[in-house]
């Protein structure tokens, strides 16, 4: 009656018995594979990351970071708790809106966010080995095999915090990238050109977007649009931005 109503050719008992037992057959099969393999297929599925180029030297990989967010957050909140967070200040001393925080070693040059005098640094955290495999890897894969990260600074957003467009150019050797790994709030990323008012592209960074500059895009202008209100299980009304650098 049923497959009369969807408009199918009703089955002699011969015919439905081995119906049957092909469809109880194709379950059982479909159920063994799905659970020999449900963790690859729906993780390829969400957090396959991406690979996108944009700009030579530029590369986004979107969710990089979420199959190990909880570990690598957990070290970013370690570093944290034994160097708090404190407001930056511009290069003419003026605080700024983010606050910072590093670990690894100190910038030999003139060190653009941190506020305190010169001989007055403030100790810094060792850097965790997980935040620098991952930043390793994530350099490895945008094109930049030979990345050693020696520092890792961290900037946290509220509500309506921006930062200007700049350039990452304190940092000794230029030749390495910078990884650049954000958790929590969303938000938009500016990556301009190598002047001031080259036309910015506008980029969004979720949780577990992991995005490299290096090569000829290593002096690119980039800064970050007013972050939205918002909430994040992980980091609650926060975003977090963790850039690994080769300072030293
Ligand atoms: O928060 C970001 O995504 C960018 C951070 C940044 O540009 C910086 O710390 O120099």
Known sequence: MREKRRGLTPLN???????????????????????????????QLVVEPTHEEIFTGSVLMRGMALEQDTELFAAAEHIMAQSPLHH??????????????DCGAHRTSMNRWNPSPPGQSRPRPPMPLS??????HCASKAGFPHFRPDACHINRYQAGTKLGLHQDKHECDLSQP??????GLECVFLLGGLERTDKAKHIL????????WGGPSRMRFHGVQPVKPGFHPMTGPYRYNLTFRKVS
């Open 178 to 183: 910078i990884v650049s790994v954000s958790f």
């Open 131 to 136: 935040l620098l495999a991952f930043a390793v």
């Open 205 to 212: 960074l979720e949780h577990g977007d992991v995005i490299v």
């Open 13 to 43: 008992p011969a015919s439905r018995a081995i119906e049957k037992f092909l469809n109880i057959f194709a379950f059982s099969s479909l159920f063994r594979y799905d659970s020999a393999q449900a963790m690859n297929l729906f993780s």
């Open 88 to 101: 930056a200040t511009t290069p003419s001393g003026l605080p700024m809106q983010v606050m910072v925080t």
